[in-house]
């Protein structure tokens, strides 16, 4: 089941789409196509041929998440406006989440989007934590000579800890 934007929905995210660089051939339809991927949370080589191909669809999602373009759509998502594409933005950006930046997952953790987020929380990265670990190791390390037994080791874990686990990712 796949429910094509409507007019309206589409007018909300066209501003939010770029439109230099290399230019996909028909924004909306691959919206569209990357929605009902989202959505039907199959593969991408089952994507029906109406939308395009597969390949380029699934290329112009991961462009558009380097490039910030889906941490905008998330982030407009969680807006009362956009309340209508909340839901497939969402699937879509966790579709995207293994080419993520540590900027999107802070994002992801600000907006606390939860239909986003590919994984459960401790398995995402978290700047926050990995911040106070180093803060904490760079005091530490002011006079190495007083450094509690144990410190180092335990920051070290913090900071894997801090840095997720990919291999957790669920993004179908």
Known sequence: ???????AEYALLHPLIPHHGRPAQDRRRVLDAIFHVALSRRPWHEMPARF??????????????RAGVMDTLLRAAMTPGFASLRSRIS??????????????????????????RPAAWHHLPDRALSETVQKVVSRALENPWR???????????LLKQAGGD??????R
Do not use: Y
């Open 1 to 7: 089941m796949h429910i094509s934007l409507t007019d």
């Open 52 to 65: 395009g191909k597969a390949d380029s669809v699934h290329r112009q999602l991961r462009r558009w998440m």
């Open 91 to 116: 699937l879509a950006w966790r579709r995207a989440a293994r080419v993520a930046s540590m900027a999107s997952f802070a994002l992801l953790r600000e907006l606390d989007a939860r239909e986003a």
């Open 147 to 157: 450094i509690p037994r144990g410190l180092l080791t335990l920051c070290g874990k």
């Open 166 to 171: 990919p291999r957790k990712w669920r993004t």
